[in-house]
């Protein structure tokens, strides 16, 4: 028995049998499997990543910046002009309107002055119309106005040689070229000035866009290059690698220029609407509701009695501009909102000739009214100071004074604001490349060491 137990002790273990080793995916999913799991891999896999990140977001950022960049060009050599040109467009209209109104008041003797000066607006017209029409051919309003200005020059002439042979029938020419100006050309050229202020206010707040996904890859990027930096310091014990304190300090540098220069840019585009095309606007409106009321002002005595109506429209008009007391309306808003004292100083000059303008229409419409029509005439169109001509003509020129002070602002800021992102797309562009060369060869730099 004993000698039993002492064989079994004694003889070699049964071995179980072998079995073939399981699959465990292809070679070159294992050899991955084994790189990665490396301290050299997992740092491989860090490197790539990080440099996805810089390459997303510097790309993001120069980008951004070249988009924001053309929208403030827009503002400068496109929208802005043909903002402009529209405006110029509306105004031109207006004027040639009034002129033509005040001119038939000259029973035959048209006045040179007032003859030039309704070809030159419609010569203007014409130029603005086509500088429209280049920008945007297939836009209605344009194509409107094209089609019926020539009409309404016709129109004009028609009735200019019936008043010279001092017949009726021209005055109601007249009517009629007035009715068509305010009621197809006006309202199609309020359509123009409305889109492309549209366009222009489109553009600017697209330039002033706050870049988010730019920001937030740079900070992505950045939060990266720290977390591999508390891995290398954890691992190495050492406290700093150079090449990623330099790739963060390319980073920060990056983000700091992107912020900055979209600060700039947004202040000063912020300053080119609020000083700029916000007032230009309101004393584009108040110029163009004044030439509507000197034109119903003449055409309330073209009428000869029969010219109630056109009395209204100048009230109406009058009331938008200062308001009934004279202390509100579109010139009073102007004047608030003014922040260049040139502006201030020509849109209360602008009011104080709209108050001396309602007082002598008042005198003129109370002559019209008591059948002294050449007296009524005298007021409104006569050479004396205090005539209407002469109160009319003084708030015209401050209005344009106005608008060219308020549109030199609009075009200093916005130049301001391309001169704020000029350098950034290089600039941005240098330093994701040095980001990226500090990236790599920091942690090229551990990497080797496990070779």
């Known amino acids: 028995m004993l000698d039993e137990v002492a064989m079994a002790l004694l003889s070699p273990p ?9 699959r465990t995916g292809s ?13 050299p891999g997992r740092l491989t896999v860090l490197m790539v990543v990080l440099a996805a990140l810089a390459i997303a977001a510097g790309l993001a950022a120069v980008i951004g910046v070249v988009q924001r960049s053309s929208h403030v060009h827009s503002v400068i050599d496109r929208t802005g002009p043909l903002t402009v040109d529209a405006q110029e467009l509306y105004r031109s209209l207006s004027d040639a309107d009034a002129i033509a109104a005040n001119a038939f008041l000259s029973n035959g003797q048209e006045p040179a002055a007032l003859r030039t000066r309704y070809d030159n607006d419609i010569a203007a017209a014409s130029a603005a119309l086509t500088s429209a029409t280049a920008a945007d051919p297939g836009q209605p309003a344009v194509q409107e106005i094209s089609a019926q200005l020539p009409v309404y020059a016709g129109l004009v002439e028609t009735a200019r040689t019936y008043n010279r042979l001092n017949l009726p029938v021209g005055a109601a020419y007249l009517r009629e070229a007035s009715a068509l100006m305010r009621d197809q050309l006006l309202t199609a050229a309020k359509r123009l000035y409305d889109a492309e202020t549209t366009r222009f206010d489109s553009d600017a707040d697209a330039a002033a866009g706050f870049p988010w996904l730019a920001i937030a890859l740079s900070v992505l990027a950045l939060a990266g290059l720290g977390y591999a930096q508390v891995t290398l ?25 992107l912020g900055s220069s979209w600060l700039g840019a947004r202040g000063e585009l912020a300053s080119a609407q609020r000083d700029g095309s916000a007032q230009e606007q309101v004393l584009a409106r108040a110029r163009i509701d004044a030439l509507q009321a000197r034109a119903d002002e003449a055409l309330t005595l073209v009428a000869r009695g029969n010219g109630a109506s056109f009395d209204t429209d100048y009230g109406t008009m009058l009331t938008d501009l200062v308001g009934k007391n004279g202390d509100s309306g579109l010139l ?14 020509a849109v209360n000059a602008a009011i104080s000739s709209a ?15 008591n059948s002294e029509y050449t007296r009524a005439v005298t007021l409104t169109i006569g050479d004396d100071p205090a005539s209407s001509a002469s109160s009319f003509n003084h708030l015209d020129q401050q209005l344009a004074a106005g608008i060219a002070a308020t549109s030199a602002t609009l075009d200093r800021h916005a130049r301001s604001a391309a001169g704020a992102l000029a350098a950034a797309p290089i ?14 060869a920091g942690l090229q730099q551990r990497i080797a060491e496990y070779r």
């Open 332 to 345: 009073h808003q102007a004047g608030a909102a003014a922040t260049d004292p040139t502006v201030r100083t």
């Open 27 to 39: 070679p070159l999913a294992t050899r991955l499997t084994a790189r990665t799991s490396s301290t």
């Open 427 to 440: 600039g941005l562009a240098v330093l994701t490349v040095l980001l990226l060369v500090g990236m790599v």
């Open 14 to 22: 049964a071995t179980a049998p072998t079995r073939a080793p399981a």
């Open 355 to 369: 108050k001396d303008w309602r007082t002598t229409h008042q005198k003129a419409d109370d002559a019209n009214k």
């Open 233 to 257: 310091t954890r691992r190495t014990n050492r406290l700093f690698n150079l090449g990623l304190v330099g790739a963060t300090a390319m980073g920060l540098a990056a983000l700091i220029w």
